[in-house]
Every structure is written in structure tokens, then in C-alpha cells.
């Protein structure tokens, strides 16, 4: 089945304790994202990839670090939480050529993260 | 100014009625509109893709873009239980890179 998965589903920590959110894809898709979504602000990009090794900031960077070494897998860095950094984060991923109705973006079921 | 606004609603209608869902934007480069639909505890998922203006219909489902007025819509006819959910229109200027989305409209539909 073709999917893309993250891990973990819910995660609570503490200030300042270094986490990592895994995504993959089965898809081989080129372009793989994060948003991030909050009440009234909707889904923010925070980083996104075209291809391995090819790594660009969306809209809300800051306090994130993301790596693409396999084509499959992007995993989402969070090198000293923060309490604003609480929110529900999305990985997503697309064939990277047009934009279009037989080319979506994949979204992943998200993780809930929770920073005390 | 956000550059696409979308009513966060809830709306909440019976089931059988005919329901509208619309966004409005400001950057004219938009060229691509899409409307994603997304469960509770689900990622979105795609439901409606038009390019440029004009109409597409799907089933029960119609996608309108009108660019002169910076404004798209989705029609939902006879709604059931399972059109439950937030829907979250979306818009590109061509590339995936950067896709920005509307805030989402929670909808309900009664039995």
C-alpha cells in the first residue's frame, strides 16, 4: 500500500531534550515536506526536500533541522524543544514533477507533539 | 493579510443538503487549486485538483475557480455523514515547493 508513515504518532516531552520525528515513503517520490498545523494559523511548511540531499526552508524554519540522505526518509530534528514548538505535524511527500490531480501530495497521519 | 483566507466555520448542516465551502486569496500568481478533505486524526488528503479557472465536477463534488475575483469554491450535493470533516483548500503558483494552505473549514453534516 502506498503510504507515507511517521513516528511517532504521540510524543510529550520536556524543554530542551533532543527529539527526532521519522517520516518515510514507499512511493519513491522526489519531494518530501513538513508543515506543521495550529489552530487558526492551518498548516505551515517548515522544510522541504526535492531530492536527496537537496534541503530548502519553507515558512517557519526556526528551532527545525531536516536531512535527506536516502530518498525514502526525512526525518524531522528538534535539537532543544520548545513549549511554542507544541503542535500537530505533518509529513508529506509527491512525485516532484507538476503539481497536479494524478500528482497530490501524500500526507503521512501526523504527529501530535506536546513540549512541557 | 494572510494570502489565503478561508472561514474556520464549524458548519454544521442535515444530511441531504447542498453545502459551500469557499476560500479567497491574494496573490494572482495562483495558478493551481486543490481542495484537500481531512478526517479527524487523519492527514489530508486530496479531494478536488482544478487548474486555473472554471469548473470540475466529481461525483457529488464541484470545484469552482473564479480568478477575477481571487475566489474558489466546493460545492458538496446531497451531503452525507461521512462528508464529515475539515476541508482545506489549497493553492500554487506551479510547484510543489510551494503550496500554501487555507485554515481549514470544520464541517458537519447531521443524520
Known amino acids: 500500500e502506498a503510504q507515507v508513515t511517521q513516528n511517532p504518532r504521540y510524543l510529550i516531552t520536556v524543554t530542551g531534550k533532543k527529539l527526532t520525528v521519522t517520516c518515510s515513503q514507499n512511493?519513491?517520490?522526489?519531494?518530501m515536506s513538513w508543515y506543521r498545523q495550529d489552530p487558526g494559523l492551518g498548516l505551515r511548511q517548515i522544510y522541504y526536500?526535492?531530492?536527496?540531499?537537496?534541503?530548502d526552508k519553507g515558512d517557519v524554519p526556526e528551532g527545525y533541522k531536516v536531512s535527506r540522505k536516502e530518498k525514502r526518509n526525512f526525518p524531522l530534528i528538534l535539537e532543544s524543544p520548545s513549549p511554542n514548538q507544541t503542535s500537530l505535524y505533518f509529513c508529506?511527500?509527491?512525485?516532484?514533477?507538476?503539481?497536479?490531480?494524478?500528482?497530490?501530495?501524500?500526507f503521512g497521519n501526523g504527529t501530535r507533539l506536546t513540549v512541557t | 493579510q494572510k494570502e489565503v483566507e478561508q472561514d474556520p466555520g464549524p458548519l454544521s448542516v442535515p444530511e441531504g443538503a447542498i453545502v459551500s465551502l469557499n476560500c479567497t486569496y491574494s496573490?494572482?500568481?495562483?495558478?493551481?487549486f486543490m481542495w484537500y478533505r481531512q478526517y479527524s486524526r487523519k492527514g489530508p488528503e486530496l479531494l478536488m485538483y482544478?487548474?486555473?479557472?472554471g469548473n470540475k465536477e466529481d461525483g457529488r463534488f464541484t470545484a469552482q475557480v473564479d480568478k477575477s475575483s481571487k475566489y474558489i469554491s466546493l460545492f458538496i450535493r446531497d451531503s452525507q455523514p461521512s462528508d464529515s470533516a475539515t476541508y482545506l483548500c489549497?493553492?500554487?503558483?506551479?510547484?510543489?515547493?510551494?503550496?500554501?494552505f487555507g485554515t481549514g473549514t470544520k464541517l458537519q453534516v447531521i443524520p
Open positions: 496573490n494572482s500568481a495562483f495558478q493551481y
Open positions: 526536500s526535492m531530492n536527496v540531499e537537496v534541503t
Open positions: 508529506a511527500s509527491g512525485i516532484g514533477r507538476n503539481l497536479g490531480d494524478r500528482s497530490p501530495l501524500h
Open positions: 482544478t487548474y486555473s479557472s
Open positions: 512511493m519513491n517520490h522526489e519531494y
Open positions: 489549497a493553492m500554487s503558483a506551479g510547484g510543489y515547493q510551494k503550496v500554501t
